[in-house]
């Protein structure tokens, strides 16, 4: 831990280095002294982060959170290149390394490949299941092709990765599993969706049971975070939602950031960020 001595004078400038990645504490040691004890850089810094379906909506938010706290970024898309492109242009451009890895999670050899294709570039440190399909199927209205394809990419996919991650991962690397409020409180809606995410519930917590103490397993039970992709976006969709509003976007990165920095001792966790949705 290394100590600096600066004068009064440059009180202003000390206050203005608080940051995420650099914590101080300031003692006062004599009316016209202070000491600084800095700490060690985030512990985010110089790891590298699989995040899948990180192209576009919350993936892409992750991506950029994680890259703003020294992450590299190992992006994964299925079908957009163009959006993936474009997520490794404005990363490289906060100072960190990306990469981007296509894969469709739908069909499991692509799946199960694709920590191997990304330990060819880089290891990788932390996993975070993101991608996910979203669709508002009753259940006389789910086909077994939407079955199929629910769990494929929502359940199996997050299964197939975190095996192969945990082949690779060294002690203290982390998985973070991105679930819905909807998961501990099913309802007739989004049944396969549900169901999907409900299991990764469950798995979350197995997986945190048969990985320790080597890796933490956590997840992110999200509510009305993005408006949906068409735009169609209900006004009532607060209206049960004890905070009464949508979340805040720093909401969200901020709890990732935290199961991806938290004491060890926290695993088999779901944190909720649904404004108290799931209560009611």
């Given at each position: 831990m290394r100590r600096k001595y600066i004068t009064a004078k440059h009180e202003r400038q000390v206050a203005g280095c608080y940051s995420?990645?650099?914590?101080?504490?300031?003692?006062?040691?004599?009316?016209?002294?202070?000491?600084?004890f800095a700490m060690p850089d985030h512990p985010l810094k110089n790891k590298t982060v699989l995040i899948t379906g990180a192209a576009r909506r919350l993936g892409r938010m992750f991506a950029l959170a994680c890259a703003r706290a020294g992450t590299n970024v190992a992006i994964h898309h299925a079908h957009s290149q163009a959006d993936a492109k474009s997520l490794k242009e404005e990363i490289t451009g906060l100072g960190v390394r990306a990469w981007i890895f296509q894969a469709d999670l739908n069909d499991s050899t692509q799946t199960g490949n694709l920590i191997r294709l990304v330990n060819e570039s880089t290891p990788v440190h932390f996993l975070v299941n993101s991608a996910a399909i979203f669709q508002p199927l009753a259940l006389d209205s789910t086909t077994l092709e939407d079955w199929n394809k629910h769990l494929a990419i929502n359940l199996?996919?997050?299964?197939?990765?975190s095996q192969a991650f945990a082949r690779q991962a060294d002690e203290g690397s982390r998985i973070v599993n991105i679930l819905d409020w909807r998961a501990l409180r099913p309802a007739a809606d989004h049944f396969p969706y549900t169901v999907s995410k409900s299991a990764l519930a469950a798995m979350t917590k197995s997986l945190a049971?048969?990985?320790?103490?080597?890796?933490?397993?956590?997840?992110?039970?999200l509510g009305a975070i993005?408006?949906?992709?068409?735009?169609?976006?209900?006004?009532?969709?607060?209206k049960n939602?004890?905070?009464?509003r949508w979340a805040k976007e720093n909401e969200v990165e901020q709890a990732l950031l935290f199961l991806l920095t938290s004491p060890t001792f926290i695993t088999g966790e779901i944190i909720h960020v649904d404004g108290g949705r799931h209560l009611v």
């Open positions: 995420f990645t650099t914590q101080l504490n300031c003692v006062m040691n004599e009316p016209n002294w202070i000491t600084i199996t996919a997050p299964f197939l990765l049971v048969s990985l320790a103490p080597r890796i933490t397993v956590n997840g992110l039970a993005l408006p949906p992709a068409d735009g169609n976006a209900s006004p009532d969709i607060t939602i004890p905070m009464k």
